[in-house]
């Protein structure tokens, strides 16, 4: 008997893209079941400028709406999108093998960062790769850049900008030639937690759907994610603050990296630790980046003094 569930997307290329992979695996596990697609647009696919001062959940409230009014049954997302406080009535019900979490410098010419000539311009949309961009290059021009990230690659080809940075995971669902970028290494550039994972929401009252996604969650995925989402909550910021976070799960050990900066980049705290339990592990990071956080605004108030 074929079960018939309905997913919603954002409208943008890279949102259906990743819609269909969840698809794709889902079918090789539940071939039995007929999954429609339901397109909606949200807050962050309708506001042309800065997304600064919103609250956390732009590309995602709109989905989460439609889940818990039954208007859809599952909702794919970039995990690093969704807000570490889901609403009550929903859960994420599986994480699928996780794509790379590197960061990429697009150029025209496939330059790495290191060789972008002196005052080039570099447009970003994220705080964190802005502020980490200034503590590697200086003497860089970085400039906010908005819009999908189609839009973004191609004003660095009709000349616009010299380059951005962007996820390479969404430039590699894209297709985008790979001369065109280059990797940033995480010594440079540490991820924003969960980048290049994607998330599977449901109901959490749904129990048949939640049992079919499941079928597609990676353990080693989910378990390194709940690491760095769980340090972005301890730490108390919202998904577009200045933290980056990547955890690896492997042989039941998970060791993870974590960075957190001060908003105008003069101070940072950069800490690493292993363990078993992805929870206690972002916790003991997170109380020693919130003592180093207390020592730069205690520092500042004396240099105003």
Same mark, same amino acid.
């Given at each position: ?5 309905? *997913? ?17 695996? #889902? ?5 039995? $079941? ?32 439609? #889940?818990? !009014?039954?208007?859809?049954?599952? /909702? %794919? ?17 599986? *994480?699928?093998? +996780?794509? %790379? /979490?590197?960061?990429? $410098? %697009? ?21 964190? +790769? ?14 906010? #850049?908005?819009?999908? %990230? ?12 010299? /380059? ?76 577009? /603050? ?12 998970? !060791? ?16 690493? #630790? ?6 206690? $592990? ?14 730069? *605004? ?8």
């Amino acid at each position: 008997m074929r079960r018939q569930l309905k *997913v919603g997307t954002r409208r943008s290329r890279l949102a259906i893209i990743q819609t269909e992979e969840v698809i794709k695996r #889902l079918a090789l596990a539940r071939p039995e $079941l007929d999954i429609a697609v339901e397109t909606l647009t949200t807050v962050g696919d309708q506001t042309a400028g800065s997304l600064k001062g919103e609250a956390p959940g732009v590309f995602t409230n709109t989905l989460e709406e439609a #889940l818990i !009014h039954k208007q859809i049954d599952f /909702a %794919v997302h970039s995990l690093k999108d969704l807000p570490t406080q889901l609403p009550e009535e929903l859960i994420i019900a599986a *994480v699928p093998e +996780r794509h %790379v /979490a590197f960061d990429a $410098l %697009v150029t025209d010419s496939g330059l790495t960062l290191d060789e972008l000539p002196g005052g080039a311009t570099v447009g970003t949309s994220s705080l964190r +790769r802005t502020l980490q961009l200034r503590v590697a290059r200086p003497d860089l021009n970085i400039i906010p #850049l908005r819009g999908n %990230v189609d839009t973004r690659v191609q004003k660095i080809l009709n000349g616009e900008l010299q /380059a951005a940075v962007l996820a390479e995971s969404g430039l590699a669902r894209l297709g985008i030639n790979s001369r065109y970028l280059r990797r940033i290494p995480m010594d440079t550039m540490l991820p924003a937690p969960a980048q290049g994972a994607l998330a599977v929401e449901c109901r959490k009252d749904d129990e048949v759907a939640a049992t079919i996604l499941q079928a597609i969650n990676c353990q080693a995925a989910n378990t390194a994610t709940t690491a760095e989402r769980s340090f972005l909550a301890s730490v108390g910021e919202g998904c577009a /603050a200045p933290i980056a976070a990547y955890a690896e799960f492997a042989d039941e050990q998970i !060791h993870m990296r974590v960075q957190v900066l001060s908003r105008k980049g003069r101070d940072q705290f950069s800490g690493s #630790l292993t363990g078993t339990d992805p929870l206690a $592990l972002a916790r003991r990071l997170a109380k020693t980046a919130d003592q180093m956080r207390n020592r730069w *605004v205690y520092n500042s108030q004396l240099e105003r003094a």
